[in-house]
């Protein structure tokens, strides 16, 4: 019998003496101790992402709070609010702590290392999902070895190659070993992605006479682009807030970053006992991570979950 027939009504008298029950599995009620079960689950994981949440939260707005205390509001009532907003922990933080030089450094350096990795680590990605050659999975597993290798244990010899090539204590010195270290990950991130990306579009960009580069900057790179912006700021979060590599590198007082701005800041202020002025500094870092998660938050979800909904 086809399973699509409509069965035959049930005789008069049958539906007096037994009930009728719907078939399949999907129509089966939950029994009450499931039901409860699945309650209980669902209340014990709500609850650890509220913990969780407040975990991060807190000492967040713990220190902004306290950027605008004075020192002896900050061990007087470190939980209570600041009776007068003192804005001047923030200018003496910018001016007399040089965060303004800081920031600035850290911009340029960002800005830079963040777009040569995208640019380069893109093409590569597209190369390594999309072209069969000889090598190809060599060259993809190298990349995923350099996100094994300890940077700690390259320090040294990169110290002496970054010399020898008079890029120590330069901007763009900092900003090509930024590149280097950031290009495994951004590889091995966008070559996953790009095998997402459908192969119509490209075929026929490829019939109506493109080439494969104006394939790729033009078609397929717009189409990578909650990937891109995923991975970037990823690759944001980690060039911001580096420290070992400018502290070895970069040993220039007038061209420090961030990081190395509130080590500074936490050494002299500590002696001078200007807490408001460190916290000051300490959110200032802060508050350009924040703003890039919070602005393309959507996107790096989707960048995240392109890959398991194809």
Known sequence: MKTTETPAPLPADAGSGASVTKAGPLAEERPAGEKKEGR????????????????????????VMTSFK????????????????????????????????????????VGGSLFGTLALGSMAAY????????????????FIGGMSFPIMLALVPLFYVVNNMGLLNTIHG???VYIAYSLP??????????RTLPTSVAEAAFVDGASHSRTFFQIMLPMAKPGLISVGIFNFLGQWNQYMLPTVLNTDPDKRVLTQGLVQLAV???????????????????????????????????????????
Do not use: C
Request: proline share 4%.
């Open 40 to 63: 209980v689950l669902n209340a014990f994981s709500h609850g650890i992402l509220v913990i969780w949440a407040i975990m991060v939260v807190l000492p967040l707005l713990w220190a």
């Open 70 to 109: 004075d020192d002896s509001s900050i061990f007087g009532s470190p939980w209570s609010l600041p009776d007068t907003l003192h804005f001047d922990n923030w200018s003496r933080a910018w001016t007399e702590a040089n965060m303004s030089d800081y920031f600035l450094n850290t911009v340029l350096v």
């Open 127 to 142: 190369v390594l999902a999309r072209f069969d050659f000889p090598g190809n999975r060599f060259v993809y597993y190298l």
């Open 174 to 176: 900092l900003i090509l």
């Open 185 to 194: 990950f951004t590889v091995f991130f966008l070559t996953a992605f790009f």
């Open 268 to 310: 002299s202020q500590g002696y001078k006992g200007d807490w408001s002025g460190l916290f000051a500094g300490l959110v200032m870092a802060m508050l350009p991570v924040l703003a890039a998660y919070i602005v393309f938050q959507r996107q790096v979800v989707q960048g995240l979950t392109a890959g398991a909904l194809k």
